[in-house]
């Protein structure tokens, strides 16, 4: 099966930056349509922050539009976040989420484990 490894995550102060990576894998061929980073607030739904498939069309939450940008390594099967102007209200459990086939013909849709983000005022 295809498993997502997430990292970067951390605390900072409101106005900082972070950088957050996914790198998906599998012991078998698996194609990646769509990579996303979704949030996640104590007492709050899961929600998608940004988006990212096909030949790079992006996606973003209003709430980040500006600030967040999303970028793809197709080599390294890889999914980044840069954040910049971290909010304090950005602080959530950041999760990367992957779908595509795993071994050409079993339909995929992962996530991550999550990681911390806290920005303090």
């Known amino acids: 099966q295809v498993q997502l490894v997430e990292s970067g995550g951390g605390s900072v102060q409101a106005g900082g930056s972070l950088r957050l990576s996914c790198e998906a894998s599998?012991?078998?061929?698996?194609?990646?349509?769509?990579m996303a980073w979704y949030r996640q607030a104590p007492g709050l739904q899961r929600e998608l922050v940004a988006s990212i498939r096909g030949g790079n069309i992006t996606n973003y939450a209003d709430s980040v539009r500006g600030r967040f940008t999303i970028s793809r390594d197709n080599a390294k099967n890889a999914v980044y976040l840069q954040m910049n102007d971290l909010k304090p209200g950005d602080t959530a459990v950041y999760y990367c989420?992957?779908?595509?086939?795993?071994?050409?013909?079993?339909?995929?849709?992962?996530w991550g484990q999550g990681t911390q983000v806290t920005v303090s005022s």
């Open positions: 989420n992957a779908d595509g086939h795993y071994e050409g013909v079993r339909y995929y849709n992962k």
């Open positions: 599998a012991e078998a061929l698996f194609s990646i349509y769509t």
